[in-house]
């Protein structure tokens, strides 16, 4: 076909797009008007082993939290098997707010956080886990129901052997992965500049962890009976039950894994109908919403996200030691200059590495595993 037939034949096909497909896909991809989709709140996560523990030191003399945080550590590192490990220190609010919490303390939070409720968990002694629950005011909240609702347009890329369509599906769905990873980056950031642990380091290659907590207020998560696959739930990853873990004494929950094809962090999405979430629990001391009641009620499942997170660490550990592989792999033996400055980058990597990897390999070995039952 000549090249001017096929440009003709690409721009009648995107007016077919234009005029008739982006329409109804538009309407089927958008919420129901009486749906709300929101981020109300993330979990992120930093840890603290052997080698990084001085940072938090610092990290907790810089934010005023030295009596609480130092206290609760040096415990811990005492504790015996069995014990409780998990320390609830409440909520850091903005130096700019007008209103506080009982007991809260203040600090320079990002733009679109009113509050982070800080915890402290240790099931082993050298992986001291920071657990962050970042809450989002309104414009951060909504921002998925917002890429949802808005028109998209179907375009032509120029490939090497003429042109590609990017539909408006596929706009969408990379809008809300953009922006789920934003949120995500909002709430890493804040933690490398204030807590500077193992996932702020260049010791490993992921970003900190992270448990996003989605609600709706219409639909059921993984109840699409229709089987569509261009829906707004399908396009939210909340279509289809693969991975996804529910626990009976937390009704109307699930939680399911991330299964994002190269993505930069290890996360999971807590999800539910807002009005099913525990709806049988008395939640009238929680909250004055039903959502901050949600909220507060779910404080204990720190614990269970925190086990996650061990083996989120775990996993990056064994990275590293396929990474500190690869660069033995590398040393040339016939260059003997070249091969002096790898192995002398291997010695300080692998020097740093066993402060982190081997005191955690040895006391997960030891942990008696009825402390790590309680999920």
């Known amino acids: 076909m000549p090249k001017e037939d096929k440009v003709k034949k690409y721009d009648k096909d995107l007016d077919y797009y234009l005029s008739v497909r982006d329409p109804k896909t538009n309407a089927e991809t958008a919420p129901p008007n009486d749906e709300k989709v929101r981020i109300p709140a ?4 930093e840890v603290f082993p052997p080698a990084y ?11 005023g939290l030295v009596d609480e945080f130092q206290a609760t550590l040096c415990d811990m590192h005492h504790r015996v098997a069995g014990w409780r490990d998990w320390t609830n220190f409440g909520w850091i609010i903005d130096n700019s707010a007008t209103q506080t ?12 956080v009113h509050s982070i409720r800080v915890s402290l968990l240790q099931f082993i002694p050298s992986a001291t886990i920071l657990v962050c629950q970042f809450n989002f005011e309104e414009d951060l909240a909504n921002i998925l129901e917002n890429k949802l609702r808005n028109v998209y347009k179907t375009f032509k890329e120029k490939t090497k052997d003429g042109y590609s369509f990017v539909s408006v599906e596929c706009q969408k769905k990379d809008s ?6 934003y949120l995500n980056k909002i709430c890493s950031t804040w933690l490398k500049e204030n807590f500077a642990g193992i996932y702020a380091s260049d010791l490993i290659r992921e970003e900190h962890p992270t448990c996003i907590f989605l609600t709706l207020e219409k639909e059921i998560p993984f109840m699409n009976n229709d089987c569509k696959w261009n829906n707004y739930m399908s396009l939210l990853g909340i279509d289809n039950d693969f991975d996804v873990w529910k626990n009976e004494k937390l009704q109307g929950l699930y939680l399911k894994l991330s299964r994002e094809e190269k993505s930069v962090r290890k996360s999971l999405l807590l999800t539910g109908n807002i009005n099913e979430i525990l709806k049988n629990e008395d939640l009238n001391f929680y909250g004055e919403t039903k959502e901050s009641s949600v909220l507060n009620f779910l404080q204990d499942l720190d614990y269970t996200l925190g086990l996650w997170v061990l083996s ?10 396929t990474d500190l592989q690869d660069l033995y792999g590398k040393i040339d033996i016939n260059n003997l200059s070249q091969s002096i400055s790898t192995i002398t980058e291997l010695d300080r990597q692998i020097i740093k590495s066993q402060k982190n990897i081997l ?14 039952d309680r999920i």
Not at 359 to 372: D, G, R, Y
């Open 42 to 45: 993330i979990w992120a996560f």
């Open 101 to 112: 919490f009982p007991h809260s303390k203040t600090a320079q939070l990002p733009n679109g």
């Open 359 to 372: 005191p955690f390999v040895s006391e997960a070995k030891c942990t008696p595993p009825q402390k790590l």
């Open 176 to 181: 809300i992965n953009l922006n789920r990873e």
């Open 312 to 321: 989120a660490l775990l996993d990056s550990y064994m990275y590293k030691i």
């Open 53 to 63: 523990i001085e940072n938090f030191h610092q990290s907790i003399n810089r934010l």
